[in-house]
């Protein structure tokens, strides 16, 4: 394929067909590859090649053919073969991508044609010129060997990175214009944006789908049964597209530890052998002993899991290949007989405590490979077995995210039997006991219904309101209250998280947003808080305090408190504190255990309102995006249609114009000839009353008189004519104003004039339907500052809508009915006393339903047939309107009833 510049090119109508269909499949269709089939078998017809095809790199920098169509299957196909990297040398790579090269070329003159987007060196645009050289043997070589004469290849870049490349085939030379060189490379850009699109897309499903994976999961450990962390365990492994996994726990259990306060529950791991482990799918040959407990699998993990500072978000150990890790040499022979490859290591971290691993397996795979060898391309399948399936960055991300849920819900089941045993173990032993672990476990289950209650809140507001009222009922104490530190480790009591029984409401609030300066937590930066410990006191007289802090509990009337930590994440974000005023209280064991339960369920709480939030942004963000993607759309189609339209109608204009000019200016002399001509005749006969037969029978043949008489009226009748059609002329010329692009005052009515003189050919009667009743209902204006050529265009969209409407509701009702417009113009001032111009443009058509009414102004929505119309006219008459020119634009209509259009214009445009 050549360059060319003959007049031999594609019509703008096949280009924007072309571009339409294929603008429309990438809106109709979120499948990339329904929309790059219909791209290359579009293109093709375009083009009428022999071949089109869609070329995919590969970022070993190989390639596949993606997408192809061939006319009647004159060449073999290429789809689905694979291509060495060497068949495209890095440097065409490299000119494809930083220079935006198109090339041509022609096997038969031996000439290649190369067209530069950009400047290869400094990236800058430069001309869209053609370079002519000599083409490489090899290439020429190579397109013969796959019996092509001519091609044009054309880059497709994503993320300004090459993606593929577009290449059309020929068997015989053939020219390529430059129309359609430019038509390929707005194809191309299409094509950009569907890829963009498709991955963005895709991004966002696979990530919807994790978070709806993580919050299945999530609800699945909340209810504790016996086989929930085995059903957690085979989701993740499905969830992650693993062949097998193993969920290893640590003994967990209890001890019971004196403190100054009486005797607290705490909860510590145990050196015995009481592990527990679940495993789904393939797994390694172990010895006896579960894997994780071996001294090759502690050795190989101990660089990665000892720190000084331990995360509640330990990172996952990713293994691609587990026999190319040194690490894991002592491991590998347990993998030998199983086709095991891949590994994902997860530490099961809660607080500064380890419970035990989450271990992930992928089998290795065999790739088969289609390859299009030389000379002759034909395919040659490749195997390569052994491969491993790598690890994303996605799954990571995931499995972080789930490993949080999961060593909650081992802790939480650990504790929740470990309690259970304790219980049982005390009713065997202490029988008047048993009121009091009744009391334990109504607090385990009211924890429960806080936890519920948390998490059906949305915000940290209702979430702590929630908790303190819960906690002030089932304690009965007097009053709970929550205390946050700032940066500098002062703080206040937040009013609105504040609980009191009946009798205290309203009385001595804890320094309502008041800022407290204890010197002790600023010092040591949140005390015995900051070790997760939590504080009870049953009489302030009798415990130890300094005599500063016994002061400051007088003056509020706090007799006994207790108070637990809230911890979100690692970092200490305040208090929960119980307050008894009236007399001093013994804080119970589990009183204290529940208090710290719920001030732990608290951060997990901010946690999750946290994550809910983020979760928000993001997903405004990404609409955020396609709505601005959809705009800059919708103002590139209306740039390109304004400019179009505008040069079209002002070449016809002037087009016209000459040849009318030279008719009317030749009208006057012509009627004076004429008279002349007509006096002389009429003198011969006056001289001459009595002429030849001949003369008279050719006279009466003729109809002499007739002519005489009619042929002024001819005369005036072009000229009529010929002035009605200047007065188009001036009315085209004045639609599009060229002239005009830049904003200016202009008289309104004149463009809505010109406007429906473009429009009669729609408003007149015709053989089967009457005319569309105009009625011009013209207030006084003063010249408006706005952009003639846009506004027209936005009048234009209006008015073509309205008849529209008034032409479907016309095939509905009948030759009775009769279509109306009626335009009203007036000036008027907003509140602030700003003057503008309103223009109201009304029709008794079909009218809009509220359903839909509220997305007219929407790009690409329309309610006609498809074909009718491109869901555009209102949406660009809005942005010109209300974007352009600051203005309003506001639709007022019911069913059956007609619709009004309101536009509001300043008279002036602000100065931005």
Request: with cysteine; net charge negative.
């Given at each position: 394929?050549?360059?060319s510049?003959?007049?031999?090119r594609?019509?703008?109508?096949?280009?924007?067909?072309?571009?339409?269909?294929?603008?429309?499949?990438?809106?109709?269709?979120?499948?990339?590859?329904?929309?790059?089939?219909?791209?290359?078998?579009?293109?093709?017809?375009?083009?009428?090649?022999?071949?089109?095809?869609?070329?995919?790199?590969h970022?070993?920098?190989?390639?596949?053919?993606?997408?192809?169509?061939?006319?009647q299957?004159?060449l073999?196909?290429?789809?689905?073969?694979?291509?060495?990297?060497?068949?495209?040398?890095?440097?065409?790579r490299?000119?494809?991508?930083?220079?935006?090269?198109?090339?041509?070329?022609d096997?038969?003159?031996?000439q290649?044609?190369?067209?530069?987007l950009?400047d290869?060196?400094?990236?800058?645009?430069?001309?869209?010129?053609?370079q002519?050289?000599?083409?490489?043997?090899?290439?020429?070589?190579?397109?013969?060997?796959?019996?092509?004469?001519?091609?044009?290849?054309?880059?497709?870049?994503h993320?300004?990175?090459?993606?593929?490349l577009?290449?059309?085939?020929?068997?015989?030379?053939?020219?390529?214009?430059?129309?359609?060189?430019?038509?390929l490379?707005?194809?191309v850009?299409?094509?950009?944006?569907?890829i963009a699109q498709?991955?963005?897309?895709?991004?966002?499903?696979?990530?919807?789908?994790?978070?709806?994976?993580?919050?299945?999961?999530?609800?699945l450990?909340?209810?504790?049964t016996?086989?929930?962390l085995?059903?957690?365990?085979?989701?993740?492994?499905?969830?992650?597209?693993?062949?097998?996994?193993?969920l290893?726990?640590?003994?967990?259990?209890?001890?019971?530890?004196?403190?100054?306060?009486?005797?607290?529950?705490?909860?510590?791991?145990?050196?015995?052998?009481?592990a527990?482990?679940?495993?789904?799918?393939?797994?390694?040959?172990?010895?006896?002993?579960?894997?994780?407990?071996?001294?090759?699998?502690l050795?190989?993990?101990?660089p990665?899991?000892?720190?000084?500072?331990?995360?509640?978000?330990?990172?996952?150990?990713?293994?691609?290949?587990?026999?190319?890790?040194?690490e894991?040499?002592?491991?590998?022979?347990?993998?030998?007989s199983?086709?095991i490859r891949s590994?994902?290591?997860?530490?099961?971290?809660y607080?500064q405590?380890?419970?035990?691993?989450?271990?992930?397996?992928r089998?290795?795979?065999?790739?088969e490979?289609?390859?299009?060898?030389?000379?002759?391309?034909?395919?040659?399948?490749?195997?390569k077995p052994?491969?491993?399936?790598?690890?994303?960055?996605?799954?990571?991300?995931?499995?972080?995210?789930?490993?949080?849920?999961?060593?909650?819900?081992?802790l939480?089941?650990?504790i929740?039997?470990?309690?259970q045993?304790?219980?049982?173990?005390?009713?065997?032993?202490?029988?008047?006991?048993?009121a009091?672990?009744q009391?334990?476990?109504?607090?385990?289950?009211?924890?429960?219904?806080?936890?519920?209650?948390?998490?059906?809140?949305?915000?940290?507001?209702?979430v702590?309101?929630?908790?303190?009222q819960?906690?002030?009922?089932?304690l009965?104490?007097?009053?709970?209250?929550?205390y946050?530190?700032?940066?500098?480790?002062g703080?206040?009591?937040?009013?609105?998280?504040?609980s009191?029984?009946?009798e205290?409401q309203?009385k001595?609030?804890?320094?309502?947003?008041?800022?407290?300066?204890?010197?002790?937590?600023?010092?040591?930066?949140?005390?015995?808080?900051?070790?997760?410990?939590?504080?009870?006191v049953?009489?302030?007289?009798?415990?130890?305090?300094y005599p500063c802090?016994?002061?400051?509990l007088?003056?509020?009337?706090?007799?006994?408190?207790?108070?637990?930590?809230?911890?979100?994440?690692?970092?200490l974000?305040?208090?929960?504190?119980?307050?008894?005023?009236?007399t001093?209280?013994?804080?119970?064991?589990?009183?204290?255990?529940?208090?710290?339960q719920?001030?732990?369920?608290?951060?997990m709480a901010?946690?999750?309102?946290?994550l809910?939030?983020?979760?928000?942004?993001?997903?405004?963000?990404l609409?955020?995006?396609l709505k601005d993607?959809?705009?800059?759309?919708?103002?590139?189609?209306?740039?390109?249609?304004?400019?179009?339209?505008?040069?079209?109608?002002?070449?016809?204009?002037?087009?016209?114009?000459?040849?009318?000019?030279?008719?009317?200016?030749?009208?006057?002399p012509?009627?004076?000839?004429?008279?002349?001509?007509?006096?002389?005749?009429?003198?011969?006969?006056?001289?001459?009353?009595?002429?030849?037969?001949?003369?008279r029978?050719r006279?009466?043949?003729?109809?002499?008189?007739?002519?005489?008489?009619?042929?002024?009226?001819?005369?005036?009748?072009?000229?009529?004519?010929?002035?009605?059609?200047?007065?188009?002329?001036?009315?085209?010329?004045?639609?599009?104003?060229?002239?005009?692009?830049?904003?200016?005052?202009?008289?309104?009515?004149?463009?809505?004039?010109?406007?429906l003189?473009?429009?009669?050919?729609r408003?007149?009667?015709?053989?089967?339907?009457?005319?569309?009743?105009?009625?011009?209902?013209?207030?006084?204006?003063?010249?408006v500052?706005?952009?003639?050529?846009?506004?027209?265009?936005?009048?234009?969209?209006?008015?073509?809508?309205?008849?529209d409407?008034?032409?479907?509701?016309?095939?509905?009702?009948g030759?009775?009915?009769?279509?109306?417009?009626?335009?009203?113009?007036?000036?008027a001032?907003s509140?602030?006393?700003?003057?503008?111009?309103?223009?109201?443009?009304?029709?008794?058509?079909?009218?809009?339903?509220?359903?839909?009414?509220?997305?007219?102004f929407?790009p690409?929505?329309?309610?006609?047939?498809?074909?009718?119309?491109?869901?555009?006219?209102?949406?660009i008459?809005?942005?010109?309107?209300?974007?352009?020119?600051h203005?309003?634009?506001?639709?007022?209509?019911?069913?059956?009833?007609?619709?009004?259009?309101?536009?509001?214009?300043?008279?002036?445009?602000?100065?931005?």
């Open positions: 394929m050549t360059a510049t003959s007049t031999n594609p019509s703008r109508l096949s280009l924007e067909g072309l571009l339409h269909r294929i603008t429309s499949r990438i809106l109709q269709s979120s499948e990339l590859q329904e929309i790059l089939a219909t791209t290359v078998a579009e293109v093709r017809a375009f083009l009428a090649s022999d071949r089109v095809l869609i070329y995919q790199f970022p070993s920098e190989s390639g596949q053919v993606v997408a192809e169509s061939i006319q299957e004159c073999p196909s290429f789809l689905g073969l694979h291509f060495p990297a060497e068949d495209i040398p890095f440097e065409a490299d000119r494809f991508s930083k220079a935006r090269v198109r090339s041509i070329v096997v038969k003159s031996g290649i044609g190369q067209s530069f950009r290869p060196n400094t990236g800058n645009i430069v001309p869209e010129e053609i002519y050289r000599r083409v490489d043997a090899c290439h020429i070589q190579y397109l013969t060997a796959m019996g092509i004469q001519s091609s044009c290849v054309v880059p497709i870049l993320a300004e990175q090459l993606w593929g577009l290449v059309a085939h020929q068997r015989q030379p053939r020219a390529i214009t430059e129309d359609e060189l430019r038509a490379q707005m194809v850009d299409q094509l950009a944006v569907a498709s991955y963005l897309l895709a991004q966002t499903q696979e990530k919807a789908q994790r978070e709806a994976t993580i919050n299945q999961i999530a609800s450990l909340r209810y504790q016996p086989t929930t085995q059903t957690a365990l085979e989701t993740t492994v499905q969830a992650l597209q693993g062949s097998g996994g193993r290893y726990l640590k003994p967990i259990a209890f001890e019971v530890q004196p403190s100054s306060t009486g005797h607290l529950v705490q909860c510590q791991e145990t050196q015995n052998d009481s527990t482990l679940y495993t789904c799918g393939t797994q390694p040959q172990t010895p006896s002993q579960p894997l994780e407990q071996s001294s090759d699998w050795n190989s993990l101990q990665r899991t000892n720190s000084a500072e331990p995360s509640s978000h330990p990172t996952p150990w990713a293994i691609s290949d587990l026999y190319q890790v040194s894991l040499q002592p491991l590998q022979p347990l993998f030998a199983t086709p590994l994902l290591i997860v530490p099961l971290q607080g405590r380890n419970l035990g691993y989450l271990t992930i397996f089998d290795e795979i065999e790739l490979i289609l390859w299009a060898t030389q000379p002759s391309f034909t395919p040659q399948k490749e195997i052994g491969q491993f399936q790598p690890w994303t960055p996605q799954d990571l991300e995931f499995v972080q995210g789930l490993t949080s849920h999961i060593a909650a819900a081992i939480h089941q650990g929740q039997g470990q309690w045993a304790l219980n049982t173990h005390l009713e065997r032993q202490v029988e008047e006991r048993t009091k672990l009391q334990t476990t109504e607090q385990q289950q009211a924890l429960l219904e806080v936890v519920t209650r948390i998490r059906e809140s949305l915000t940290p507001e209702d702590f309101r929630t908790a303190t819960e906690v002030c009922h089932l009965n104490v007097e009053r709970v209250a929550v946050r530190f700032n940066e500098d480790w703080g206040a009591f937040v009013h609105d998280f504040e009191t029984t009946t205290w309203g001595l609030r804890l320094g309502e947003n008041l800022v407290w300066d204890d010197t002790y937590l600023q010092i040591s930066q949140g005390g015995r808080y900051r070790n997760n410990e939590t504080f009870a049953d009489d302030i007289r009798l415990a130890g305090l802090h016994v002061d400051i007088k003056q509020f009337c706090i007799q006994s408190f207790a108070i637990a930590p809230i911890f979100v994440g690692q970092k974000w305040g208090l929960l504190g119980a307050y008894q005023h009236s001093t209280r013994a804080w119970e064991v589990s009183d204290v255990q529940f208090l710290a719920t001030a732990a369920q608290l951060g901010l946690q999750q309102a946290d809910l939030l983020q979760t928000q942004q993001q997903a405004q963000q609409s955020q995006a993607l959809q705009k800059t759309q919708t103002q590139l189609i209306q740039t390109e249609k304004i400019s179009s339209l505008g040069q079209l109608v002002a070449g016809i204009a002037h087009e016209i114009n000459n040849p009318v000019n030279f008719i009317y200016g030749n009208l006057t012509a009627r004076e000839y004429t008279e002349e001509l007509l006096s002389l005749l009429l003198l011969y006969q006056q001289e001459c009353p009595n002429p030849s037969p001949d003369i029978e006279m009466e043949m003729m109809d002499l008189g007739f002519i005489a008489e009619d042929l002024p009226k001819l005369l005036c009748s072009m000229e009529v004519g010929a002035d009605r059609i200047r007065q188009i002329i001036l009315s085209l010329l004045n639609f599009s104003r060229l002239d005009q692009a830049e904003r200016k005052f202009v008289d309104i009515h004149e463009g809505i004039e010109s406007t003189t473009i429009l009669h050919h408003l007149k009667a015709k053989s089967n339907t009457s005319q569309i009743q105009v009625i011009k209902e013209y207030g006084n204006l003063p010249p500052e706005c952009y003639p050529s846009e506004l027209n265009q936005a009048l234009m969209n209006l008015l073509s809508n309205s008849i409407a008034i032409e479907s509701c016309r095939q509905s009702s030759a009775a009915y009769q279509g109306q417009i009626i335009i009203q113009t007036a000036i001032q509140p602030e006393r700003v003057p503008y111009v309103t223009i109201r443009m009304a029709d008794n058509g079909l009218g809009i339903s509220e359903a839909i009414k509220h997305r007219i929407d690409f929505f329309t309610t006609k047939p498809v074909g009718k119309g491109t869901g555009l006219g209102l949406s008459a809005y942005q010109i309107i209300v974007d352009k020119h203005g309003h634009l506001e639709c007022k209509s019911r069913l059956q009833q007609g619709a009004e259009f309101q536009i509001e214009i300043p008279l002036k445009q602000p100065v931005i």
